[in-house]
């Protein structure tokens, strides 16, 4: 979004994301690709003077409609201020984890100091913006590099401290004021769990596999951490990204691979879950470049895939009820819990509870979990949002449940991939 798109297509962009709920965009500074092809923004500004991460191309000024004052980091501050007057936050990645542990490319960072003082900037620059998570990382693991993890740490150091705005690399800082995370395939928690500057752990479930129980494996082991934090899968399948890659020999994902992710991911105990759309991430139409080979729609139209309202509807869902009371409980699900792609789960509260059915299995839950004498049942469509009653039942024993048909001209279609259903229980007496 950043380099790619221009200020009209920025409010078009994050506008649309608005008005389908999204809350948080994810977004790079130094992406993964313009600094390796040395490629400048959609107004040919570059990030830095002469690649040099410690001197950011900033000049005078930052009037958009002077080529010469409306430079690269303006643009940053244009997209920051658009997302916080609609709402959004942007969770910023200060730099894509190649320019710091490389697998091909150069580094850009080698040293403490230039970690630190690189995130001194960014986190100067934005210390009064209030819609700012920093997202350190990116795809590469910490420690794929020896002294990976020390940069990213005196990169966290700096921003935190210039965003308390002094400047003082001594490897201890005033985390009060930031909200951070790191970014990569493994959750964050196998190296900085401990840390005082991570105040969440990111994984990613990634791309390689349909019925991928990543989703539900790393949220479970995250939650069962001692101290645990809040965990997010910050990267999971993106809709129409090649099915391990190779879209000609295994098709791509789809808004059912995106919903099963999902829902396996919060229904699990994640805080939250990332949505990506393969022409979205790249911003790709016929006049920018494909960053990833078949790509079959402009990022325009992919802003409106169906696992993009989908999301939506599940962020309506959680919050229909008190979030922070909410835990993952499986020992709801007494019979028909399957696994792999077939895994039910379930999350509670004190009077309701959610059971996410992925393939129509026929589901026992146990009752007398949930608060009241009579328990309400329905069933919520994650595809559409919409609620069918089914009944009240005494609070006590167990009850099956068969989902419904997929629709009134498919009432046959129960079971497979794509007939997921969430299985709503509720105490009579507080239902909604």
Known sequence: MLHRLNREEIETYLENRRAKGFNVIQTVLISEFIHSDKLTNYYNDSIFINENPERPAVIPGNNPENAREYD????????????????IYLALLPSWGEWVTPRSEKALFNTKEQAYNYGWFVGNRYR???????????????????NGLELWRAMAEGIADGTNNIKKMDGKADYSTTLMSFHCFESSSKWFHHDDWLDFNCWGSYHAEVNNTRSFLATISDWNLPNPKPTINSEPNYEGHGINYAIDDNGIFTSTDVRMAAYWSV??????????????????DETRKKLSAKTYMDWKEGMDLPGAFQVGILKKLMGSYPM?????????IVAGQGDCGSYSCAIRGKSFAYIYIPTGNKTTVKLGI????????????????????IGEFDNSGSQSFDVPGMSKELSWLRSGRGCDWVLILEDINLSH
């Open 72 to 87: 690269y980091w303006d643009h940053v501050d244009f997209a920051v201020k658009t997302a916080e007057n609609k709402g």
């Open 128 to 146: 009064n913006s209030p819609n700012i998570i920093w997202i350190l990382g990116g795809d590469r693991h910490p420690d794929e590099r020896s």
């Open 267 to 284: 229904f699990s105990g994640a805080a939250g879950f990332t949505y990506g759309a393969q022409p979205i991430w790249q911003f790709t």
């Open 324 to 332: 922070t009371e909410m835990v993952p409980d499986q020992s709801l």
């Open 370 to 389: 949930i608060s009241g004498t009579k328990t309400k049942a329905s069933w919520f469509d994650p595809r559409t949002g919409q609620i069918t009653n």
